[in-house]
């Protein structure tokens, strides 16, 4: 299986090659390859389904926190879509990178984080009586999407409002779906949009 995309778009590996992302150079690269992938294969859709199937148990290291004015969520994700000839589409959005100069685009940027809009919610602050740990919520869009952050060859994609525990190590939030820190985000109220039955 493999992925078929338009030439004139960039890969997050094209948007590292090209030195769009000052972390990743072309000789270290394979490094890091592993912590920010961009094969979009059978092999990383198996992980969102495992990660979508789990996403409601809550892992004590979140769970046990206490937020004190916004509410955090794990969200779930959109699994890949393959098509009849066997190709696998990443179900995610691209990130326009302006140029430096502030004229046109540069290119476009996948966004690694596969989030949906739905939601568990994991902790909520006292003051907040309508939610509760394990509620599950659709969140607006604007929280799960990835922003570029910079312009030109120093760009790179965020998600504003994701959020890692002390203990991850990573700089960034994981790409990984298997990730114990992968797709918490820090929301306020207003971002959540409707609460979910439960299933």
Not at 118 to 146: C, H
Not at 149 to 159: F, K, N, P, T
Request: glycine share 6%; hydrophobic share 35%; net charge negative.
């Amino acid at each position: 299986m493999n992925y078929d995309k338009p030439a004139s778009e960039l890969s997050m590996k094209n948007f590292a090659n090209e030195g769009l992302e000052p972390h990743f150079q072309e000789d270290e690269y394979s490094a890091a390859e592993e912590d920010f992938p961009i094969v979009w294969d059978e092999k990383f859709n198996n992980k969102l389904k495992a990660y979508n199937k789990a996403v409601t148990e809550l892992d004590p290291l979140y769970s046990t926190l206490s937020p004190r004015s916004k509410i955090l969520v794990r969200v779930f994700t959109k699994e890949l879509v393959e098509t009849k000839d066997g190709v696998i589409i990443p179900n995610t959005q691209r990130v326009p990178i302006q140029t430096q100069a502030g004229h046109g685009t540069l290119g476009e940027v996948e966004n690694p984080w596969t989030y949906s809009t739905k939601a568990v919610v994991v902790g909520v602050p006292e003051f907040i009586k309508d939610l509760q740990p394990g509620d599950l919520v659709q969140l607006g869009e604007e929280p799960t999407r990835g922003v570029p952050l910079g312009a030109g060859h120093g760009a790179m994609i965020v998600i504003p409002n994701a959020y890692t525990h002390y203990d991850c190590k990573e700089m960034s939030p994981p790409v990984e779906p298997d990730d114990q820190h992968y797709g918490y985000l820090l929301v306020e109220s207003r971002f959540i949009e409707m609460k979910l039955p439960n299933e």
